[in-house]
């Protein structure tokens, strides 16, 4: 800044423009540099990961800088304690850090001296499933990666004529893959045949129902597995437990989507501070730069363009929140949904069956 001062002196303007150019590019550089001398940019889009797999939760610096002797966390503002990793004085500091990530977390060395903070995780849990925030809070930066586990999911219990019709659906397999479902003691069931349809990326998805009567206990099993590549995927269901499951997953859903409004109204406060400070900046040196020395100077050019950017990536993490909260809304909309026919089919296939 003094450098920028010197050479601005040289420009013929005179000393009290010169001071007031400079007072408002020590303010604005304060702004954009001082509150962080970068952004940290995560996905657009949800991160999809199958079930049981490792998968990298992305997060960078923008412009690409050394991470290592930074301080930031990774973090899922629903848990408690909330800290997922965090990296401190060079280190992962694992104080704190909620218990159902321990030993599976980890960020790479080199990636951070480049600027990458992304997190690997490892062995996806289904209660991996949420919004995760990549923080650096000594200079209050932050981005968000919304995580979507991808499992067999159970769609749901209809009446039938003998009994509870359960279906389960899984995705992203090649070669196809077979499914089969199994009762409480392990025995085969017998089951409809199964859906397959082949995408434009020549991945299959599966789907399949079966019948189960009041004879069979409350615990079920629907396994899909390619022998030839040894891989299986298999969810448990539990029966009188799915509505209260459901429920669980309608309220994190509401605590993602408060958090994510409470980010939102943060950036967009930020972005209408720094557009009043512009305008009353723009306004102070236009009313005293009566010769327009100033505001055709070069490094005020500069200046301003910077600024523009600054509120252009403001506006860029708004649409991305907005994007994340539309997701959320709609996963909660079909939650509630999920929710009401599980409970109503569920009372009636109940009734059914003590008829019987």
């Given amino acids: 800044m003094l450098h920028l001062k010197k050479r601005l002196s040289k420009t013929g303007l005179t000393p ?63 848990l408690n304690p909330r800290f997922v990793h965090v990296w401190h004085e060079r280190q992962d500091l694992h104080v704190n850090q909620h218990p159902s990530y321990k030993g599976r977390t980890s960020v790479s060395i080199n990636g951070l001296k480049q600027g990458d903070v992304s997190l690997a995780l490892s062995k996806v849990k ?11 809070p000594d ?31 899984s995705k992203g397999w090649y070669p196809e893959p077979e499914v089969v479902w199994l009762d409480g003691e392990g025995n085969l069931l ?31 099993t629907c396994r899909v597995q390619q022998k030839d590549i040894n891989q299986t995927r298999e969810t448990h269901i539990y029966v009188p437990d799915m509505v209260a499951t459901l429920m669980t997953q309608k309220e994190n859903l509401k605590k993602q989507r408060d958090q994510l409004k409470e980010q939102k109204v943060k950036v967009e406060e930020q972005v209408e501070e720094n557009e009043k400070k512009l305008q009353s900046m723009e306004k102070d040196i236009t009313e005293k730069d009566e010769n327009k020395r ?28 907005d994007e994340l909260l539309l997701d959320t809304e709609k996963l909660l909309e079909k939650t ?21």
Wanted: proline share 5%; hydrophobic share 40%.
């Fill in 16 to 78: 009290f423009s010169v001071l007031i150019f400079y007072h408002i590019a020590v303010l604005l550089l304060l702004t954009h540099c001082c509150g962080g001398q970068f952004q940290v940019v995560g996905p657009l889009q949800p991160v999809i990961v199958k079930l049981g797999e490792d998968v990298i939760l992305p997060c960078h610096l923008k412009p690409p800088g050394d991470a290592a002797g930074m301080t930031f966390e990774w973090a899922r503002p629903d």
């Fill in 126 to 136: 289904i209660s991996d499933n949420g919004i995760y925030r990549c923080y650096f």
């Fill in 139 to 169: 200079v209050d930066k932050a981005s968000t990666v919304q995580l979507v586990v991808a499992i067999i999911s159970l769609a749901g219990l209809d009446r039938s004529s003998s009994g509870v019709v359960l279906q389960c659906e």
């Fill in 190 to 220: 017998s089951a409809g045949p199964t859906e397959t349809v082949r995408g434009p990326d020549d991945l299959y998805t599966v789907s399949s129902r079966v019948t189960v009567e009041k004879r069979h206990s409350n615990n079920f």
């Fill in 294 to 321: 100033l505001t055709s100077a070069p490094a005020y050019r500069n200046l301003k363009e910077l600024t523009i950017k600054y509120k252009w990536e403001l506006n860029g993490s708004l649409k991305v929140f």
């Fill in 336 to 356: 509630e949904s999920v929710i009401g026919r599980t409970t109503e089919n569920k009372k009636e296939a109940e009734n059914h069956m003590d008829e019987h």
